[in-house]
């Protein structure tokens, strides 16, 4: 008996998509393009496991009910800090923070700011390790709560960072953002709210991702939960610090560390599948390892990189 058409065109999920054909590449052309890259630089299995995953991924995006998860969530912060082993919602969990604080100046009597510190991990981290007493801002109210009773040595207040110069006027030594920066809705106002609270010559360090110009047309650009991304766009940060009351120091490109920390942080989701699954659902597990996956390959395939920018606050 003939099967009805409709049944055939329907998408088999356990087979590889038809990644030629006419409609799917008029649908999703940022994935065409994420596909011709991967065929130039990966074998055939690797390029059809990572597609694989940015298909999957798309169509939760692109669906009339798309997915409620969201990774910078109370939920999805928590999954993320089960399977980092701490309140770490930023790359490189302890790593990352040694790198970027291994160049500024050292003294636990000096203050610093964590914007968007998330569960408060990296503010701990930072004052933990004598680099000075820190004050963490986020906008997102359960893991200021959470961190407040995690660290009660540590300040932390429910603060937007456009808003973040109402916490003091010329206090902070040093600032400090890791993996926030992109997120923040008005960029230029978080900075010169920045630099109203900085002290002057105080240090800025920015840790973030950043677009080579190719961000948006990645599959990974074109996911419901980035689409309010803006990384960095190196060629034009030294004018945006300029413009809100800073001076650029110096660019530290750490793509192949980005590259590094992702495929670590991919392999560890699935090797913990069964304890995140347990604390969080499958549905979360599934959508976070599939996330992180593409994250990694849009990385590593060049649509986006990494670096800690750092500047300084001019004296008076």
Known sequence: MQRRKEETDKPQMNQPPDYGGQAFTFHFPPLTNHCLLLTAHCSPLTAHRSLLTAYRLLLTAYSPHPSPMRLNSFQGKRLLALARGGDYAHAGETDSIDLVWNP???????????????????????????????????????????????????????????????????????????????AFSDQPAALRAFAHSAKPEAHLAIFEYTDPGTFKQSALGQHVELLGWHPLILSTISTLLT??????????????????????????????????????GIETWQYASNFYDLMHETIKTGY???AIVYAKHPAN
């Open 304 to 306: 986006m990189g990494g």
């Open 104 to 182: 500024l100046p050292k003294n636990p009597d000096q203050r610093v700011l964590d914007a968007g510190c998330g569960r408060g991990g990296t503010a701990a981290y930072i004052q933990r390790a004598g680099w000075g007493k820190v004050t963490g801002i986020d906008i997102e109210g359960e893991s200021i709560q959470r961190a407040r009773e995690i660290y009660p040595e540590i300040t932390f207040d429910v603060c937007s960072v456009e808003e973040a110069a109402r916490i003091g006027s010329g206090i902070f030594d040093i600032i400090c953002c890791f993996n926030s920066f992109y």
């Open 243 to 280: 413009e809100t009351g800073w001076t650029l120091d110096t660019i530290q490109d750490v793509t192949t560390d980005y590259i590094r920390w992702y495929k670590t942080f991919s392999d560890r989701i699935r090797e913990l599948r069964p304890k995140l699954i347990e604390e969080c």
